[in-house]
Nanobody
Framework: QVQLVESGGGTAQPGGSLRLSCAAS??????????IYWVRQAPGKGLEWVSA??????TTYYADSVKGRFAISRDPRTLYLQMNQLIPEDTALYRC????????????????????????WGLGTHVVVPS
């Protein structure tokens, strides 16, 4: 069974940086064949798209709220999210998720996040940016 495990969260001051990782372990799918996403959920709010990348890592998408501050990247078994210029509004549980299908972006990027569209996702890592 494949697991996605996030790490790297913590508390950072406004204007600071954190780097999140999402590691794939086990068997069952080939990490490098899937679009992978970062989503987040702030306290008391719904799921929000953060960023997405294609299997090769040469196509990336960002939510307007993080564009210019966050950078997504990947290698064959790990996804990263470099988070710079953090603001209190970035406080959330960050989770990585893979698209259900290979070599296709089929999840509802830009619309309401629907976890049923994910093949799998991790339990998340908390990011706190105090105001």
């Amino acid at each position: 069974q494949v697991q996605l495990v996030e790490s790297g969260g913590g508390t950072a001051q406004p204007g600071g940086s954190l780097r999140l990782s999402c590691a794939a372990s086990g068997t069952g799918f080939t990490f490098s064949e899937h679009w992978i996403y970062w989503v987040r959920q702030a306290p008391g709010k719904g799921l929000e798209w953060v960023s997405a990348t294609n299997p090769k890592g040469d196509t990336t998408y960002y939510a307007d709220s993080v564009k210019g501050r966050f950078a997504i990247s990947r290698d064959p078994r790990t996804l990263y999210l470099q988070m710079n210029q953090l603001i209190p509004e970035d406080t959330a549980l960050y989770r990585c998720a893979r698209d259900r299908y290979t070599h296709a972006l089929t999840a509802s990027w830009g619309r309401v996040v629907s976890p049923a569209e994910f093949g799998s996702w991790g339990l998340g890592t908390h990011v706190v940016v105090p105001s």
